[in-house]
């Protein structure tokens, strides 16, 4: 198969009951795809806060300024980490669910936990690089937000460039983001 194919399923050959159907692994629109990525950021507060807050009372933090707020960054990293891992390899995010999107490998498979952690770690390119080019100036919130944006907006666009149209953090952890009917409860 060449680079550029679009890997599909064929709709004209119904599956057998011994073969089950292959899942259509054409990427969504970049829109749709940001969209949920947006959603999740607004649904991540609710982990931000309860995670937060948990940390804050049981660590006795009286203000944001305190020493362990390293601390409770690392804690963070490994609750979106537990959050995004655990989602993943059951298929979809609670975001993904309300865009219809779902998580699989290459294949068209549902990620081993090993893949989704991997996924995980490459998916903060979305912010490392404007943070590490920030880090050694005083930039103000508005600097910042803009950076950041920036950034984010250049990310979703590299997409465009790839074969496939999937982001390069999902190439590079052998993932897919594809479109999904609702999944079944089990």
Not at 87 to 114: C, E, N, S, Y
Request: hydrophobic share 50%; glycine share 8%; with cysteine.
């Amino acid at each position: 198969m060449n680079a550029g194919a679009t890997i599909h399923s064929d709709p004209a050959t119904p599956a057998s009951p011994s073969t089950p159907a292959l899942p259509d692994l054409t990427a969504p629109g970049l829109w749709r795809r940001m969209a949920c990525w947006t959603y999740e950021g607004m649904l991540l507060f609710a982990v931000v806060f309860v995670s937060g807050w948990l940390f804050s009372t049981l660590g006795q933090m009286r203000d944001a300024m305190d020493e362990r707020r390293h601390l409770l960054q690392a804690f963070l990293f490994v609750v979106f980490g537990l959050y995004f891992v655990w989602f993943w390899i059951h298929g979809q995010t609670l975001a993904m669910k309300t865009w219809g999107l779902r998580m699989v490998d290459r294949h068209g498979q549902p990620l081993k936990q090993g893949r989704a952690l991997l996924r995980y770690l490459l998916s903060w390119i979305w912010f490392l690089p404007p943070l590490a080019v920030m880090a050694p100036f005083k930039v103000s919130g508005g600097e910042a937000t803009l950076l950041l944006a920036g950034w984010v907006a250049v990310w979703a666009l590299l997409a465009r460039f790839h074969p496939q149209g999937q982001f390069w953090h999902d190439a590079w952890a052998g993932t897919r983001l594809i479109a999904s009917k609702p999944m079944s409860r089990r």
